[in-house]
């Protein structure tokens, strides 16, 4: 089956009437550059779960940067890649206190060989990502700053190969790239630092990320600009192809989300953060045009994929 019939079959289910954007065209070059010699997937080397407690994170304070400075950096959006991963820590932890990882160390195994083998495509390989599935059966995936990356037991089972893997994990990579949800915070919290009232009234840095982010659940799950999930789309296509996976991948798995009534309660956070996936859907046709007839057809890794016990 050509990718041109597969990329039609998955357009059938996007919404019509969308306009090419200057940035789908600028999109269409990078693909060009970017996607012509994909390799094919291999594993890294000893990958290990993802070192998250099942319970919140309480970074050491900086004994260097006040914390009314390390607040500024933030708000500012000069958040240096440590407070970054500071950040990332605080919101993973307190994800986790909500939603634990599944107990099943090779499907954690698994997923962190996936993730980091797609990680190493990005621009960003040097980043200690962390890759896990959680307990929900929501169909979702929450990204946070510095390399956090999970997705629901409920999505995990809507998968069908190891290259929708690769998709969902490479959206999600997106936003940790552009930095989405810093600048979140950033827009979020802009007057709470008036004066620098938070770095006064907390002298310890981890008492401020926490008043500054809140419950870590709440903020990963905070609607993001859907431009932020129409860029984060298209970079986790970018990724996917690189990484040899089949690059309809990701386009396949928003398909099927897009078949779930909007009235499924496993749904209901996701469609109420994200633009419905026939937009998405959409919006990667306007930016993809034909530009992956060009590419050798991508692995799916069906065989290799870790089914669910």
């Known amino acids: 089956m050509s990718n041109k019939f597969i990329w039609s079959v998955v357009v059938l289910f996007a919404v019509s009437g969308v306009h090419a954007s200057e940035l789908g065209d600028m999109f269409k070059g990078f693909l060009k550059q970017q996607l012509t010699q994909p390799t094919q997937p291999v594993a890294p080397v000893a990958p290990t779960p993802p070192n998250v407690p099942n319970a919140p994170m309480q970074p050491a304070a900086s004994a260097d940067k006040p914390a009314d400075l390390v607040v500024k950096a933030l708000l500012s959006g000069n958040a240096s890649p440590a407070e970054e991963?500071?950040?990332?820590?605080?919101?993973?932890?307190?994800?986790?206190?909500?939603?634990?990882?599944?107990?099943?160390?090779?499907?954690?195994?698994?997923?962190n060989k996936v993730g980091r083998w797609v990680s190493l495509q990005s621009e960003r390989p040097d980043l200690d990502w962390h890759f896990g599935v959680i307990e929900s059966e929501d169909l979702n995936a929450f990204a946070a700053p510095g390399g956090y990356v999970f997705l629901t037991r409920g999505l995990y089972r809507k998968l069908n190969s190891e290259s929708e893997l690769a998709g969902v994990l490479g959206h999600e990579m997106g936003h940790v790239l552009r930095k989405h949800h810093l600048k979140l915070l950033q827009k979020s919290q802009g007057i709470a630092l008036v004066g620098g009232w938070l770095g006064r009234k907390y002298k310890n840095e981890s008492e401020v990320l926490q008043n500054l982010i809140g419950n870590g659940a709440e903020v990963v799950a905070r609607s993001l600009d859907k431009d932020a999930e129409y860029e984060a789309d298209r970079i986790g296509v970018v990724l996917t192809a690189r990484a040899g996976y089949d690059p309809y991948a990701l386009p396949a798995v928003l398909a099927e989300i897009g078949h779930v009534a909007k009235t499924d309660k496993s749904v209901s956070l996701l469609f109420k953060t994200h633009p419905h996936p026939d937009d998405r859907l959409a919006h990667l046709s306007e930016a993809v045009g034909d530009t992956l007839d060009a590419l050798s057809e991508g692995q799916s890794g069906a065989a290799r994929f870790y089914r669910l016990r």
């Open 85 to 111: 991963l500071r950040i990332g820590q605080q919101i993973a932890g307190n994800l986790l206190g909500v939603a634990p990882l599944v107990k099943d160390d090779a499907l954690q195994r698994y997923v």
